[in-house]
């Protein structure tokens, strides 16, 4: 606590020193400005490398909360969630100091806004919460002036690459924290650490901030590391096809590929690609700004994205899964629904084959364990070993074990104990969300 008012003070006397500084010569050696871009590690270093920046410091600011800490932040954070308190939290903020006469704050701002995606409200990329918004705390008149003028020019600039409003906030500086010792130059320390940041591919205009003008070849390399060539449309399925947008050194796209494409089997084709332009002939809807990102094609044009991956499979499948299936299968899959009984396509079906997962394509149960109950829903006797999870369901006033599938996270269906030997398990599964592949003779 003594530190962090020890820490507020100091900023009050350094404001208090420029102003007086301001009335004894015309410029400051240096100034500072306080800005908020999501995860603070990645704003560190992309604002460091600022030419005429003298130093980036990693701190909280913004919020109601004195002499708190990053644990407090994240607790705080829940709190405001769960309806606990009103009370505004802190944003992770950079302090950035430069030299105003070796770079002006027009151009350290105008780094600010292409650094992060400032119309996400409170969240960046896959960082979500109110202590990752976007935000510019001024300490005097001047910042303010340029701070809004500059939000004005890029906003035209992202009206005309087709990007919503900006949620910046614009406000004095209040309770500035410096953040703890293991932040500062948490990526210099940490090479392979997390960054979030991608911006939107969106350049500010240097010309001024009366000047709005995108690059579109800016647009396009939103993520570094491109291929030489973007894929060949031609070369895809026209029908739906995704696309994975990858980049190099981008941890979450190794992450993705281990956790959702080293087991791909599921019926729509997918293709990763290090270029950030869509397939030959293909469009995007709007740049790409973080890596991973998985667009879904029809007919060569973007239907949907998923932006970002941290790790989050169950989020992942269950994003495929509501542009795959149909209401009445998103209805049982997500919703715990049950289909009427002796309604499902697949009720009777006694072919040797497997019944799979929709979403994901792994395989559920073997035909071979299949069995007439006479109750009106696909049964089985005994699911394939790891295909599956089993859960405590209390719902509708009756004691239950659910029944979910291991890879997507769909609801299947229960599981009773009246089924057949050799398990004398009674798998009773909604046929709705099983596909049926037969052998292949």
């Known amino acids: 606590m003594k530190t962090a008012i020890a820490v507020i003070l100091g900023v009050s006397i350094i404001m208090g020193a420029?102003?007086?500084?301001?009335?004894?010569?015309?410029?400051?050696?240096?100034?500072?400005?306080?800005?908020g871009m999501g995860c603070f590690w990645g704003a560190e270093k992309r604002m460091g490398e600022i030419p005429g920046v003298t130093d980036v410091q990693s701190g909280y600011a913004g919020g109601d909360l004195p002499g708190v800490g990053y644990q407090e932040i994240l607790n705080h954070e829940r709190a405001i969630r769960s309806g606990k308190t009103a009370a505004r939290n802190h944003a992770e903020v950079v302090k950035v100091t430069f030299n105003p006469s070796q770079v002006t704050l027009e151009t350290v701002l105008g780094k600010f806004w292409e650094n992060h995606n400032p119309t996400q409200g409170d969240r960046q990329g896959n960082?979500?919460?109110?202590?990752?918004?976007?935000?510019?705390?001024?300490?005097?008149?001047?910042?303010?002036?340029?701070?809004?003028?500059?939000?004005?020019?890029?906003?035209k600039a992202l009206d005309a690459a087709g990007y919503g409003k900006i949620t910046t906030e614009v406000l004095p500086l209040k309770n500035y924290i410096t953040a703890e010792e293991y932040h500062q130059n948490y990526l210099k320390k940490n090479p392979d650490g997390y960054c979030g940041l991608g911006g939107t591919g969106v350049k500010y205009p240097q010309q001024g901030p009366k000047v709005a003008q995108t690059n579109a070849a800016s647009a396009s390399s939103a993520m570094s590391g491109m291929a030489a060539q973007p894929l060949k449309g031609?070369?895809?399925?026209?029908?739906?096809?995704?696309?994975?947008?990858?980049?190099?050194?981008?941890?979450?796209?190794?992450?993705?590929?281990?956790?959702i494409l080293s087991q791909w089997q599921a019926e729509v084709p997918i293709v990763g690609t290090m270029n950030a332009n869509p397939p030959t002939g293909w469009t995007l809807e709007k740049p790409l700004f973080a890596a991973p990102t998985i667009v879904l094609f029809q007919d060569g044009k973007e239907v949907t994205r998923y932006t970002?991956?941290?790790?989050?499979?169950?989020?992942?499948?269950?994003?495929?899964?509501?542009?795959?299936?149909?209401?009445?299968?998103?209805?049982?899959?997500?919703?715990?629904?049950?289909?009427?009984?002796?309604?499902?396509?697949?009720?009777?079906?006694?072919?040797?084959g497997k019944f799979v997962d929709p979403v994901t394509g792994a395989t559920l149960f073997f035909s071979k364990t299949k069995f007439e109950s006479g109750t009106g829903w696909p049964s089985f006797f005994d699911p394939v070993e790891g295909s599956v999870t089993l859960h405590e369901d209390n719902a509708h006033g009756m004691k239950r074990v659910e029944v979910r599938s291991a890879s997507s996270g769909i609801h299947l269906g229960h599981v009773f104990n009246d089924g057949p030997a050799p398990s004398f398990k009674r798998y009773c599964i909604n046929g709705n969300v099983l596909k049926f592949v037969p052998d292949q003779r």
Not at 18 to 35: G, H, N, S
């Open 308 to 352: 970002g991956y941290n790790g989050e499979k169950a989020n992942f499948w269950k994003w495929l899964g509501f542009q795959l299936l149909s209401p009445e299968q998103q209805k049982i899959a997500f919703k715990q629904g049950t289909e009427p009984p002796f309604t499902a396509p697949n009720l009777d079906e006694k072919r040797p």
């Open 127 to 155: 960082d979500v919460g109110s202590n990752y918004r976007s935000a510019i705390y001024y300490h005097d008149a001047s910042q303010q002036t340029t701070a809004l003028a500059t939000q004005s020019a890029y906003q």
């Open 18 to 35: 420029y102003a007086m500084e301001k009335t004894a010569k015309p410029r400051q050696e240096t100034d500072f400005i306080v800005l």
């Open 234 to 259: 031609s070369e895809l399925s026209l029908a739906r096809q995704l696309v994975v947008f990858e980049a190099e050194n981008c941890e979450f796209c190794k992450q993705f590929e281990k956790d």
